[in-house]
């Protein structure tokens, strides 16, 4: 037995304009200062008063968020007892967003309990909306929630199938004024999601179709979005491409990108984007070493993509590698940990720490090819050098 | 990491009676091991609870374990926070699991 689930997708142009459908009395907006400042969230809020529907604003949430901001999200929604909870922004709000929902159905609970493992039954209270304006990392189309335990610089993949969203709001006029950085940032955290979900060892076929498009959209927009932030079609098919991500590594799981990303992040805070981007040509080529089965896959995906046309399923998955590495030097991402700026014996002392964040992370081990500690140190020491992965 | 658990097999199938098997771990090591008629006679950190053809299916790598607790196949109970952060620990456990000449009852 296992599960899809997906939020109702609305998109495209004047999607907001749904918010004038939704039913209830009082919205919790979860989102960041910036956000405001942005000047993002009065387009919500306009909707939301035209729909008669009260809000109050919790603009605490920080990059990368800690398990104390949920607890505080956590006393105010309590306080405040919505029948919509809604997160607008980054990856961050919206996680943000599904870790206060449920401790609205369970305020007794610690911010690092919020797991799979715990039944909620949130929405006997309110439902849950997500609104991205980066694309982006997918949550509004997964369950997964990742918090940082700020204290011990650990990223915690927490969640419950229960906080998929119920509606996810694709507005382009969402991520329109999105800066090239961050447009880069979160661009490659798509395609590491899309190619991540289709090679999972926990994918099927309901998860190929999503993993596949992201990929090929990705490769085709993301320049495009970073080059002309006012690239309209750009702008939306990347939105698709997030959300696609998030349906295919959501309902599957990411890989050892995303576990050596997450680790990288923690202890060097380098955004989510950009450090699981930057692993990915890495751990691909770790995989094509050894795994016939991921290889065939890459190559696949080269195929589809137009990224390959002959050769062997190695050829074409190494062109995969190759088109990856190029997309990120065309977005002026860091190659290499050494480009990002960490110190060569800062980053030698904390290799036994990352190895052990990497190493206990669920998708370290839903890859055809499970590193141990020993070839992950080698990984995190070839990363760092830019070194192509030849073991 | 330490931790002690009662694995228990719920009736089902060939399994006419509630199982438990209590398995103390500590840093990689396994200090007590046992099947136990008396579910009071200890109180462990975690149980973890599945049907006969579940706990089959883990061991025989059919079934990730951790799949399991999503789908709600397995019931965990004990500190969540803990538990969460030793998947490696979780993943060798299966693997050691399959290493154990095992007469299935079906």
Known sequence: ?391 | MGGDFYFITEPGGPVKEKGFMYVDLYHGKCRACEIVTDPNKYKPAFTLAAPYNIWKQIATKKLDSTKALITRQSKLTGDMAKIMRYTKAANELTNCTMLVPTEWLD
């Not at chain 1, 004047?14 to 956000?35: C, E, H, P, R, W």
């Not at chain 1, 911010?111 to 209270?125: G, I, M, T």
């Open chain 1, 1 to 391: 037995m296992w599960n899809f689930s997906c939020p109702l997708i609305v998109y495209g142009d004047n999607s907001l304009d749904y918010l004038a459908q939704v039913k209830g009395k009082k919205a919790f907006i979860v989102t960041d200062k910036n956000i405001v400042k942005l000047g993002l969230i009065k387009p919500v809020t306009g909707k939301l008063d035209e729909a008669k529907i009260q809000w109050e604003i919790f603009d605490d949430v920080e990059p990368e968020p800690s398990l104390t901001t949920i607890k505080k999200g956590g006393v105010a929604v309590g306080k405040y007892q919505p029948d919509w909870v809604i997160g607008i922004g980054g990856g961050s709000c919206m996680d943000a967003a599904k870790a206060i929902i449920l401790l609205l159905a369970r305020p007794e609970l610690e911010p690092e309990s919020l797991s799979v493992l715990e039944e909620f039954n949130f929405r006997a209270k309110a439902r849950l909306m997500a609104i991205p304006t980066t694309s982006g990392t997918g949550s509004e189309a997964t369950w997964a929630i990742v918090l940082t335990d700020t204290k011990d610089n650990r990223k915690l993949g927490l969640g419950s199938t229960e906080c998929m969203p119920d509606v996810a709001i694709l507005d382009p006029v969402m991520v329109m004024g999105m800066p090239p950085q961050i447009t880069a940032d979160t661009g490659m955290d798509v395609i590491c999601h899309a190619i991540e979900g289709y090679t999972s060892t926990w994918g099927t076929s309901m998860t190929l179709g999503p993993g596949l498009i992201a990929t090929r959209l990705t490769l085709e927009y993301l320049v495009r979005a970073y080059k002309d932030g006012g690239d309209l079609e750009a702008r939306k098919e990347m939105m698709n491409a997030a959300t696609m991500g998030g349906m295919s590594f959501g309902n599957s799981m990411a890989g050892l990108a995303h576990s050596t990303g997450h680790a990288l992040g923690a202890i060097f805070h380098v955004p989510h984007g950009r450090a699981v981007g930057l692993f990915l040509p890495y751990t691909m080529e770790y995989l094509i070493n050894e795994s016939a089965e991921t290889t065939a896959q890459y190559a696949e995906m080269a195929r589809y993509c137009h990224v390959a046309s002959s050769g062997s399923d190695k050829e074409c998955a190494l062109a995969l590698v190759a088109r990856v590495r190029a997309l990120a030097g065309e977005l002026g991402q860091p190659l290499s940990i050494k480009d990002c700026g960490v110190g060569q014996a800062e980053y030698e002392k904390e290799i036994p720490r990352l190895i052990e964040r990497a190493l206990n992370e669920v998708m370290t081990m839903t890859v055809t090819r499970i590193p141990g500690e020993e070839d992950l140190g080698r990984i995190f020491k070839y990363a760092y050098e830019g070194k192509s992965i030849d073991f």
